[in-house]
């Protein structure tokens, strides 16, 4: 059995190689808005859970058939610091963090059963493909001399950045033969899709009253959100609604937000104003999300997608799906023991 440290520093196309994965996988550590992070609680987890680590030096502990991989203490927080503080004070909820804990994880399990079983399908590597690699890395350092410092500072050499790229280079290749179990979309799924995630336009008026607002706040503005919908549906103007009672941003442009697609507005939103079907509609009852309570007026109904457009995102969608489903498969090879002092991610919560 083999053991292996996440202390690697040298950056490879541009990712951190130290615990991470290759650059362009599919279980990077980032939700893709940390604001609207789901709670990570009653998730069942790909892989086992082991003892906790009482060692003040280590974070995360991996094994499996493949080997042993460690991630100290320093580096977990130092990457877990680095993106929480681009998180605004309210979307530090303990569900988000919990979520970013767990999704670090997740990668740090993932790098270490993709380079095992990479290595264990005996993936080829030509030479070239190696060397090619080096130069690019050898170029973001004014020499060789340099990077050769740099390697030292981790305990490596020329050769053993070699091998660690011709393992990224493997896990690279696997990567791609999972995502490409998947299966194409039919002309009618494409149909769906395009009409689905087609591009719209719409008016809002918000009346702010966050999650954390005073019961009285969010009674009153959930009433004066009603009586706007009310005046709106009486053929007042909705533009000079928004102008005079709308807390935001779009306010002076009479509450128009442009186009936008479905992904592009929180859910409680986009699902309001997908729903509308004509120009001019208002939905019915104000729309609550984490910034207040929205009066929402549909201003045009869009277009469905363009339909190469849509296949091709949902071939990425689906590529992405079932490279996650397989890496699931191969995760439920590990163990994964954590120190709960650095690693907050629930694991040994009753």
């Known amino acids: 059995m083999s053991e292996r440290s996440g202390e690697t520093r040298i950056r490879i196309d541009g990712d951190d190689a130290g615990p991470g994965p290759a650059s362009g ?38 094994s499996s058939e493949y080997g042993t991989d460690t991630l100290n203490a320093s580096q977990y927080q130092r990457q877990v610091k680095m993106r929480t503080q681009k998180l605004s004070p309210d979307q530090r ?17 993932g790098s270490h059963v993709m380079t095992g079983e990479a290595k264990n399908k005996d993936l080829s590597v030509s030479s070239d493909q190696i060397e090619k690699r080096l130069k690019q890395i050898t170029q973001r350092y004014q020499s060789e001399e340099e990077l050769k410092k740099r390697l030292a500072q981790n305990n490596m050499t020329m050769d053993s950045l070699r091998s660690y790229i011709a393992d990224q280079l493997r896990t690279q290749t696997l990567q791609q033969q999972m ?23 719409a008016q809002h008026i918000l009346l702010r009253a966050g999650k954390d607002a005073p019961q009285s706040k969010i009674d009153s503005a959930r009433q004066a959100a009603a009586a706007l919908i009310d005046s709106a549906n009486a053929g007042i103007d909705f533009a000079e609604l928004a102008r005079r009672h709308s807390e935001g941003p779009s306010a002076e442009q ?27 509609d208002v939905a019915s009852e104000p729309v609550r999300t984490r910034f207040g309570f929205h009066v929402i007026r ?13 296949r091709q995102q949902m071939m990425q969608q689906r590529r992405k799906d079932t490279f996650d489903q397989e890496l699931d498969k191969l995760l439920e090879k590990a163990t994964v023991r954590a120190n709960p002092q650095f690693v907050q991610a629930g694991l040994y919560e009753n």
Not at 27 to 47: C, Q
Not at 93 to 109: E, N, P, Y
């Open 25 to 62: 996988s599919g279980f990077d550590a980032s939700p893709s808005d940390a604001g609207d992070s789901g709670s990570s609680e009653g998730t069942e987890l790909p892989y086992a859970v082991g003892d906790s680590i009482s060692s003040a030096d280590i974070a995360l502990l991996v």
């Open 298 to 310: 549909l201003t045009n109904e869009g277009e469905p997608m363009d339909s190469s457009k849509a």
């Open 254 to 280: 009479g509450g128009d937000l442009g186009f936008f697609t479905r992904d592009q507005m929180v859910e409680p939103f986009s699902e309001a104003a997908f729903a509308l079907a004509d120009s001019g």
């Open 179 to 201: 995502a490409e179990q998947a299966e194409e979309p039919t002309d009618a799924e494409v149909e769906e899709y395009s009409k689905e995630n087609r591009r719209i336009r």
């Open 93 to 109: 909820s303990t569900d988000t963090l919990q979520s970013i804990h767990r999704d670090f994880v997740r990668r740090f399990a």
